[in-house]
């Protein structure tokens, strides 16, 4: 046995107290692990497979400083998997859930029309979430939600400025079409 075999695995990525990483990063990994899935109900599963992951690195990182587009990768790997993992399960349960409520559904109870008008906006524009490309959902979410720099976007995707820009375009045109196609004007409260 080696001197190297013998070393915990702390010792082989010197520099990163994951303790400490984790927690500054978990925020808008979140951010980006809710645009990939698509399911808010999915964000704390993924998020301990990256978790795990990270800390423990079958192969550490030898510079801190690319910890953040690390963590996207593992991030947007887990994601990928568990939709993978549970994509047959869904249908299947969907599949059942349609043959027995052929029938119709029950009545939603009474509210407020301005409560309904805007549960109905934030169920479309969640929609035109999933709709839009992955990676379009997920710098939205970063730019928006998090509410980023174009700096620290870059930092933490690990592309340049002009990249960013350019996603960030893109992924508001391929928004604004999708909110389009479910009838949501930009003019609207």
Do not use: F, N
Request: hydrophobic residues 45%; aromatic residues 4%; contains cysteine.
């Amino acid at each position: 046995m080696t001197a190297a075999d013998q070393s915990p695995p702390a010792a082989r990525s010197p520099g990163l107290d994951w303790e400490r990483c984790l927690p500054l990063h978990e925020g808008w990994l979140r951010r980006v692990i809710a645009a990939r899935t698509g399911e808010p109900q999915s964000v704390e599963e993924v998020w301990q497979q990256v978790a795990l992951a990270a800390i423990e690195q079958r192969w550490p990182l030898t510079d801190p400083a690319k910890v953040g587009p690390w963590l996207h990768r593992l991030a947007v790997i887990a994601a990928a998997r568990y939709c993978r993992q549970l994509g047959r399960q869904r249908r299947a349960v969907q599949g059942l859930a349609a043959a027995r409520h052929s029938g119709g559904g029950a009545a939603a109870a009474p509210d407020p029309l301005r409560l309904l008008m805007r549960r109905e906006r934030v169920q479309l524009t969640r929609q035109a979430l999933v709709a839009i490309a992955p990676r379009d959902a997920e710098i939205l979410l970063l730019k928006y939600g998090e509410r980023w720099s174009y700096r620290q976007i870059a930092e933490h995707l690990g592309i340049t400025d002009r990249a960013v820009d350019s996603r960030l375009l893109r992924a508001r045109d391929s928004l604004r079409r999708a909110l389009a196609a479910l009838g949501i004007d930009e003019d609207e409260p």
